[in-house]
């Protein structure tokens, strides 16, 4: 009965390889995010998207893509992963309008070698 | 642009102290404002919002729009409260919501 969940929870990869984390929200909500969450706990949103629109953290390198397949998936690609893209990812997802609140998913620790 | 400001990376208290965690914000109009909580290797989840004037857990926040702050408060820390804990913004009429950089909670026994 997980509400949003992640595949994998963990991930370790080669620089320049290409990966994908998946993301699942049975909550009905129309937006899901990525977050990236650094080695000093710092978060950083990189993607929020509706059926209606995607919204890009223009710091965030175009190596990362959101793919939804449908509305309860957000799908992270990355292409030609480098060291400094090794933190824990964070999926959530919220209901547009009141509220706001967000549900998150309980992370993918990436490290790049 | 919004902001969201928790001035200290670390604060460490002993068991039964209070506990006083500050978050300013920056932002022109109304905005809504969260506490979140991550407990050590779990997920991010909801502690309270400004609009519910609820307390959870112990935790209270008070929304001053004159000082702009919303800082979370308890008046005697449990060793079950370390974690990190993030003040987060909400501008009206957005799905972007602002984090700030956190701030961990240790209560020692």
């Known amino acids: ?113 | 642009a919004q902001r969201v400001t928790q001035p200290e990376k670390l604060l460490s208290v002993f068991k039964g102290a209070p506990v006083e965690l500050k978050c300013n914000y920056s932002y022109s109009g109304s905005p809504e404002l969260f506490w979140y909580v991550q407990y050590s290797r779990q997920r991010l989840q909801l502690l309270l919002r400004h609009i519910s004037r609820e307390s959870i857990k112990g935790f209270t926040a008070d929304l001053n729009k004159g000082e702009t702050s919303f800082h979370l408060k308890k008046p005697f820390a449990q060793e079950e409260d370390s974690a990190m804990y993030y003040c987060a913004l909400r501008p009206g009429g957005s799905y972007i919501p602002t984090f700030g950089r956190g701030t961990s909670l240790i209560v020692h026994p």
């Open chain 1, 1 to 113: 009965d997980t509400a949003v969940s992640q595949t994998p929870k963990y991930l370790v990869t080669q620089m320049g390889n290409d990966k994908s984390i998946k993301c699942e929200q049975n909550l009905g909500h129309d937006t899901m995010y990525w977050y990236k969450q650094d080695s000093k706990k710092f978060l950083k949103i990189m993607f929020s998207y509706n059926n209606k629109e995607l919204i890009i953290n223009e710091t965030v390198p175009n190596r990362f893509s959101p793919k939804s397949p449908d509305k309860a998936h957000l799908n992270l690609h990355i292409n030609s992963l480098e060291l400094g893209d090794s933190a824990v990812y964070f999926c959530a997802s919220s209901q547009g309008g009141a509220g706001g609140e967000q549900f998150f998913g309980p992370g993918t620790r990436l490290t790049v070698l």
